[in-house]
């Protein structure tokens, strides 16, 4: 992947913050676009296409929760969160409202590189290298994933999903019976080291997953929970 024509909408108030930031990100091949209120960002984000949104959630006029919905209303660019907000209760409203990743302040610039380069190899793989799969789609019974365009079908309609819903989605249709733990699933789709491990951003997820492709969220037919491991892909009935 060629880092140079990565463009990242960096948005954040903090001016310290955001010139150390975007100076790094800079030395590292990317282009950057810097926004300090949520009124800037979402007018960049209508006039340019990025490829990764670096976003703060404590930004002015309009905040960054906010900021998030209108974005994932229309686009589906992976979002990385960068927030002083650290209590569990902030990330599972941020990863909630679609954010692939959150990082919380003060962070350390090599491993917010590492994230992002993994968001953006991730999301330009499935954006530039259709050849390499030999079908566009994986179906389940109704259920069905678009390998390019990140859409999917089942009995609710057509639905957008984020780069991390994907991920998921695509790891229990890739293996339809196979039961996989919550740690499984974050190293498999966070690409984390075997030691590390967030059962709650799993499950926040799952849950918005099952939002999009569940007629009854609360009674799931094709995310179903294992009680006392993890989730399977449920069984299409012939």
Do not use: C
Not at 33 to 49: D, F, K
Request: glycine share 6%.
């Amino acid at each position: 992947m060629s880092t140079i024509t990565s463009k990242i909408l960096i948005v954040e108030d903090d001016r310290e913050i955001h010139e150390l930031l975007a100076a790094y990100l800079q030395k590292e091949g990317y282009q950057t676009t810097s926004a300090y209120n949520g009124e800037e960002a979402l007018s960049h984000i209508t006039q340019t296409e990025f490829q990764l949104l670096i976003l703060d959630l404590m930004i002015p006029i309009i905040d960054g929760y906010e900021v998030l919905r209108r974005v994932r209303s229309i686009q589906n660019i992976p979002v990385l969160i960068l927030s002083a907000k650290g209590e569990e209760v902030d990330k599972i409203i941020g990863l909630g409202l679609g954010a692939d990743d959150y990082v919380t302040k003060p962070f350390g610039l090599g491993e917010l590189s590492a994230r992002v380069k993994a968001m953006l190899r991730r999301y330009t793989y499935f954006n530039n290298n259709p050849q390499d799969n030999p079908s566009s789609v994986i179906t389940h019974g109704e259920l069905g994933i678009n390998l390019y365009t990140y859409e999917v079908t089942s009995r609710t309609g057509k639905k957008m999903l984020t780069a991390k819903e994907f991920e998921i989605l695509k790891l229990f249709l890739s293996n339809p019976s196979r039961v996989f733990t919550k740690s499984q699933i974050f190293r498999a789709v966070w690409k984390e080291d075997d030691n590390m491990s967030d059962e709650n951003t799993v499950m926040v997820h799952i849950r918005r997953l099952r939002t999009k492709i569940e007629l009854d969220p609360s009674e799931p037919e094709y995310i179903q929970t294992v009680w006392g491991i993890g989730y399977k892909l449920g069984e299409v009935e012939h």
